[in-house]
């Protein structure tokens, strides 16, 4: 009861109080060469990183970029700039802690690409995007996938009908989304009402510099 009632109030992280952050700063990094066994956190942005490390453990004492820690993250940035590794290596990392037994609503995250799910539609039909409604999901590639997408000939802007299923269970679950798609192209695409619930569901971060694809 207790649980549901702290659920309910903004879910305060529930950690043991001796948290060894030395220890879970190098798990975390392992996530990311788990991911990309190149990857060089030199050719990585020191503030994003960090800032994520602090949003998972609520920690203000890293978090440079100001996180809301009951948001999802919203990575947009032009191409080959780290933008799924990073996301994925916060899954692979998130998923560990639920493995570990922490508990938190975060943790314990799914993963789609926005064109998967667009292609689930045109498979299957609406019903089948009702699985995704719910549960910590990360969508990759969000604006790449076909709009509208055809269910025998019916169409639907699969990610819109989403966004909008998910925005009401925002305190509940989670969306984060990696993209090329700058804020002001997020109207155009999934229209003005889904723009304006994206403040309240994401953090936006933005990748900046060259691609770093060999
Ligand atoms: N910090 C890093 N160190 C080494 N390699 C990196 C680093 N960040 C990214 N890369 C390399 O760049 C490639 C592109 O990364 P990623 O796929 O995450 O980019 P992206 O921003 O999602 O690009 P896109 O917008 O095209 O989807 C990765 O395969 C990886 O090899
Ligand atoms: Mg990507």
């Known amino acids: 009861m207790i649980e549901q009632v702290t659920r309910l109030q903004g879910r305060p992280f529930t950690q043991p109080t001796s948290v060894d952050k ?12 788990k991911v990309e066994p190149h ?19 609520k920690d203000d004492s890293c978090n440079t970029l100001g996180f809301d820690y009951n ?4 990575f947009y940035g032009s191409l080959g700039l780290g933008k799924s590794i990073t996301l994925k290596a916060l899954q ?56 509208p997408a055809l269910n025998y000939g019916t169409p639907m802007n699969v990610l819109q009908f989403l ?3 998910r925005y009401d269970k925002r305190k509940e679950y989670l969306t984060h989304v990696t993209t090329n798609l700058e804020i002001d192209k997020i109207a155009p695409m999934y229209g003005d009402y889904i723009a304006d619930r994206f403040l309240e569901m994401f953090n936006f971060v933005e990748f900046k510099g060259k691609s770093l694809r060999r």
């Open 22 to 33: 030395v220890n879970e700063a190098k798990r975390f990094r392992e996530a990311f060469l």
């Open 39 to 57: 990857f060089d956190a030199a050719k990585a942005d020191r503030d994003i990183l960090n800032s994520i490390f602090a949003w998972v453990w």
């Open 71 to 74: 948001k999802g993250l919203y």
């Open 92 to 147: 692979q990392y998130m998923n560990d802690l639920k493995r570990r037994d922490y508990k938190d609503w975060r943790l314990g995250m799914w993963w789609k690409t926005a064109s998967e799910l667009a292609n689930l539609y045109a498979c299957k039909g609406q019903p089948a995007l009702i699985g995704y409604a719910t549960d910590n999901l990360c969508v990759d590639e969000l604006g790449r996938e076909p709009i």
């Open 163 to 165: 966004f909008q299923l």
